[in-house]
């Protein structure tokens, strides 16, 4: 049987993680069987929960109790913490740091090298730009910059 992993995907485009994830469904819905792919050096609890899947690149880490959902990205050395909840087609780019007991919605993008602080609420269909710093939580359809990140735009 033919597997595949989903490749979608955008630099901080916000639409590239809905497209991914409306993509895979549709395939699904036809038959088609994605799967997950793990990098050998990537460090994962056994005590996290991880979707089907998910790709997990180079040193990237997922602490205990830390759930992935389906069709997220965790991209090279980057971290998500201890009970973490990344809800389905997240996008956790190269050397971001989710701190702890945070929950990251639908189809959201954590840009390259960005921290979202710990015990945060990040609404589904937020993009945190490259190296922002997110102090508070945010509703869903944020585009946030900045040290500390704030709201550059919304979208419905």
Known sequence: M???????????????????GRVQRS???????????????????????L???????A????????????GCIVNTAAVVEHDVVL?????????AVVCGNVQIGARSHIGAGAVVKQGLVLGSD??????????????????LIGVPARVMKERE
């Open 2 to 20: 033919l597997k595949l992993v989903n490749g979608i995907g955008g630099i901080g485009i916000p639409a590239s993680n809905g497209l991914r």
């Open 27 to 49: 395939l699904e819905a036809k038959g088609w069987r994605f799967v997950g792919v793990r990098h050998p050096s990537a460090v994962v609890s056994p005590f996290s929960r």
């Open 51 to 57: 979707g089907d899947t998910v790709q997990l690149l």
């Open 59 to 70: 040193n990237s880490v997922i602490q205990a109790g830390a759930s992935v959902g389906n």
């Open 87 to 95: 809800e389905e087609f997240v996008h956790v780019s190269c050397r």
């Open 126 to 143: 937020t993009v945190v730009g490259a190296g922002s710093v997110v102090l508070k939580s945010f509703a869903a359809g944020a585009t």
